[in-house]
């Protein structure tokens, strides 16, 4: 009878999370950290570039004042489509007023102002679908030359080296010096072998393009003892490059002008002796829309 008086006890267990207590400091903390370190990392950076490396990375982060347009095909040489400025009044009241039956003295007078104040209207618009045009074909080649670089191991990291510049002149692309990774020899105008490539692949762009080339080379403070003298050797520079661009199959009818600049248009004026002044600069020149011949009534 004994065994059937028997006590139980029962042990309850407390919430199972107590062993997990305070854990949720350690994610911030990590994350403090982390935060530290690359605030750190980055005060490393700011003191140990130079400033056209800065330079270069700014203009790599910076976003590209490029104007766009419509593109049929998006390529390089993607055409136009027709937008809303092809329909301007301008250009259909020429039309009209062509097909108009004869009229008196007068009214030929106002339709002859008309006429001329349509075909002022319609250069307008021709220039401007044309700066829009050219702009678009800057932009994908922009982008072209850049997925160029970054494809090729060779020259990837020499992207920082190429300032890419959509300007009134035209697209100006332009290969600079860095400390230890000239672009030629000291003192010559032999380029070295990685510039080679990186010739070659912004040829392989430009001679995509139908726009006139203006090549020049342009030397540093550190230049001017150079043997022949540093306009001597700007210009040797500028056309060795010619050389490169036209074996790289640039025709020759392209070359609008090859010249020396020396040190007279600095990249950096306020640090004549500072490598990135000793640079190349590859123009592809803005081109007009032509001119129309006849503005007038027949």
């Known amino acids: 009878m004994a065994g059937n008086n028997a006590v139980v006890i ?4 407390k919430g199972g999370h107590s062993g997990h207590h305070g854990g949720a400091w350690k994610v911030a903390y990590a994350d403090f950290v982390t935060a530290m370190m690359a605030f750190f990392l980055l005060m490393w950076l700011i003191n140990t570039t130079t400033p056209e490396q800065k330079r270069g990375i700014a203009d ?3 976003p590209q004042s490029i104007a766009q347009t419509m ?4 390529g390089v040489l993607g055409g136009k489509v027709m937008g809303e400025d092809s329909a ?6 020429s039309v009209m007023q062509k097909q108009s039956p004869p009229a008196h003295s007068s009214t030929q007078k106002s339709l002859a102002a008309g006429a001329t104040e349509g075909g002022a209207s319609s250069s307008t618009d021709s220039n401007s679908q044309a700066r829009s045009r050219q702009d678009g074909e800057f ?4 982008e072209a030359i850049r997925q ?8 990837a990291n020499l992207s920082h080296q190429v300032i890419l ?15 230890g990774r000239p672009m030629f020899q000291q003192g010559s105008n032999q380029p070295m072998p990685y510039a080679r490539k990186l010739l070659a692949a912004v040829g392989g762009i430009v001679s995509q393009l ?3 080339v203006s090549i020049s080379g342009h030397t540093g403070g550190n230049d001017v003892n150079a043997t022949g003298g540093a306009w001597e050797l700007s210009a040797c520079r500028a056309n060795q490059v010619r050389a490169v661009l036209q074996a790289g199959g640039l025709g020759s009818d392209r070359i609008y002008e090859v010249a020396g600049k020396a040190g007279s248009e600095p990249l950096l004026p306020e640090d004549p002796n500072a490598s990135a002044n000793r640079r190349l600069s590859i123009l592809l020149v803005r081109e007009s829309p032509p001119v129309p011949t006849n503005t007038g009534l027949n």
């Open 165 to 179: 510049e959509n300007t009134p002149q035209g697209l100006r692309i332009q290969l600079v010096d860095q400390d």
């Open 210 to 212: 139908p726009n006139r």
């Open 139 to 142: 932009a994908h080649a922009v």
């Open 10 to 13: 029962k042990r309850l267990k």
């Open 60 to 62: 790599y982060f910076a």
């Open 148 to 155: 160029a670089i970054q494809d090729n191991p060779d020259i």
């Open 71 to 74: 593109s049929g095909s998006g």
């Open 88 to 93: 301007h009044a301008g250009g259909a009241q």
